[in-house]
């Protein structure tokens, strides 16, 4: 039996990602030439902690990892002011035809899942774009290349399920998406419990 090195496990481990995808389509060489020009290819990922992170668990997790609360919340309900207006504008918008929609499903250390209504091809490859600052707050701009698409009928429209794997993703940056998975993980298991004790108080 093939054996799993520690460091690939922590990279497979995954968790929902709920939030819209926005992506744009390229090959290889396109990638290449866009690497090659700039010597490195800019990522980013923010994810916002989901509890206060006490001052005996900052060091597991990564700078720029924890962001204020304040600030949150500020940009929430600057969201909800932009979503208004994009309503109100949303009929004279012309939509970018090289720019693809899509839903966040899950990710990992390695990389991600998105459903979406594009027939893309593996190995294709896919500049990333997800802002989410609803819970969970996440912000991402990655690059992936497809590795697995699945047709699916989802309410009798066709749409394709797209496994990603993020390409020259640093430590730096893959250490951020782990350190977010953990945490998104240690809070489910807490909301679990927490939903037992309820349970159980009310004799259930």
Excluded at 104 to 121: E, F, H, N, Q, T
Excluded at 139 to 166: A, C, N, W
Excluded at 168 to 188: G, H, P, S, T, V
Aim: glycine residues 8%; charged residues 30%.
């Amino acid at each position: 039996m093939e054996s799993v090195k520690p460091d690939e496990k922590r990279h497979r481990v995954r968790v929902p990602l709920r939030a819209r995808v926005e992506f744009t389509v390229m090959d290889a060489h396109e990638y290449e030439t866009i690497r090659d020009e700039k010597g490195e290819v800019p990522h980013q990922f923010i994810g916002q902690p989901t509890k206060p992170v006490a001052p005996a668990e900052e060091e597991n997790y990564p700078p720029g990892g924890a962001v204020d609360p304040n600030l949150i919340h500020f940009l929430i309900h600057l969201e909800e002011k932009m979503d208004r207006v994009l309503k109100l504008l949303s009929k004279d918008q012309k939509c970018d035809e090289g720019l693809f929609i899509g839903q966040g499903l899950d990710i990992s250390g390695g990389g991600m899942k998105i459903l979406c209504d594009k027939a893309v091809k593996p190995g294709q490859i896919l500049k990333i774009s997800s802002k989410n600052f609803r819970y969970p707050v996440v912000s991402l701009e990655v690059f992936g290349e497809v590795v697995r698409v699945t047709p699916l009928q989802d309410d009798g429209e066709q749409r394709y399920e797209v496994g990603v794997k993020f390409l020259d993703l640093n430590e730096e940056w893959r250490e951020r998406i782990i350190a977010y998975i953990f945490q998104m993980q240690r809070e489910a298991i807490r909301s679990s419990k927490l939903k037992g004790e309820r349970t159980v108080d009310s004799g259930q």
